[in-house]
């Protein structure tokens, strides 16, 4: 973990991000305001004292929320990096904890295209760096479906519930995102039932009638009913109330609507040759502006700026991220080896949650985060990291006699001064065993001291992978261990 860590912080480094630290206890209140249902459902919260905190769920929101208090007057853009523990209670299981650890970019005050180029190609330099070969990027953009949602006269309820199940569409199909709504809105008929849906049927005929009409229906229907609302004070505002509700338009022609654009959208994924003038077409036969598209055409051209190979990365106009915020460019990592979990990293561009959070100015921004815990899973499942993480210990130093522990403690202090990690015996263990024992650590060289050394102010020195043993002095052990090292490499 600590190696994967290591690596990603270099590659973040290497382009300029400096590292943020952060809480990890935070209000919930900056949770609810764009989260979204599935993270605010997941999120351990609790009362204390008069407040409402959570552990954090994710780091975004709290890079934004210091931004917001303490970082406003620098210079943009302000390029940061994080790292760090984060909950949710999830229900365990492999790949998926309630407490893991996140590690991601954010690039504050850019709004172009190249600003989402350098973190998709900051994410794909450290999968590369981690010698990691079985990734797929995809990119999408949520602008597309939200463009469309918004020319269409439907309730803000319903059309959150179809920004989220974009995902659903796209993996599980119409007929079931079809029968989820219908359990938050009971009226909606598919269009195969009929040309016009029966609950729109009253609404219709109420709609062409004046209000005279419409008023006498509305008491005539009443009475019918046994309910007598002559004299009432109030008869005319609740026949006022009755008639609005009655002549509200149905949502079923637009949400028909937005299920078959949904339906047709998810179906593109590919390289941008494929997808883009296929979605051009699409945009077209709905009348809907192309500005979602145009800007991915923009980061598809920045993005080959970097010559970043395309078969590692795809467009997919289906992608939907379960965080609300983002208003722009989404896209995911995914990974071969991890099965259900697969996904390694996520992130997009989110240009209004700095004011929606009480920022100063509106500023855009644009970043991701990738889990640590998958990270490793995915490399062992390729068979561990090249150049991976060697053994912590280099030299284990033993002294034979207890006399000679003071001897052994200067020659490991000595070694350490020169920035070797050292272990020191301290229980007097066998030569054997301390042996048996660094063959088992991996651990390189074991030092031994004697009687006979210390009298000769020497000590043996034995490469543990060709067994090969020197006497030398003992001011001399560090530049033994390197010596003995270049040959060794020599050999192979
Ligand atoms: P998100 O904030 O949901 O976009 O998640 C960012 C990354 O965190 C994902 O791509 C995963 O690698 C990782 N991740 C999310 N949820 C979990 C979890 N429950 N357990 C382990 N890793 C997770």
Redesign the pocket.
Known sequence: MRHIQDTLQATFERFGYAPLELPVIEHTDLYLKKSGEEIIARMYDFQYRSRRLCLRP?MTASVMRAYIDNLQNEPLPLRLHYSGPVF?Y?KPQK????Q?T?MGVELIGASQALADAEVIRLAYGALQALGLKDFRAVIGHVGILSRFLQNLKIDSRLRSFLLQNMEAMQKKGSAFVTERLRQIYPAFEDSSAQTMPRSQRLTALFQEMDEAEARLAVLDFLQNINIHLEGSRDADEIIARLLTKIRRRDQTPGLQSALRFMDEISRLSGSPAAVLPEAEKILASYAIDRSALDALRELVRALEHYGLGWEHISLDLGLS???QYYTGTIF?VHHGGLGE?R?????GRYDDLIATLGGLNDIPATGF???L??LHLALESEGGAKGGPQPLVRALIAAIDAQDFPYAVETAERLRAHGVPVELDVRQRSVKSNLQYADKRGIAFVVLIGPTERAAGEVVLRAMDTRQEKRVRAEEVYAAMQQMRGENDGQS
Request: hydrophobic content about 25%; overall charge neutral; glycine content about 16%.
């Open positions: 994710e949710r999830e790949a998926r904890y309630r893991f996140q991220r379960g965080l995911e979990e996904q390694l990293c996520g992130g985060a990738f889990g815990e998958r």
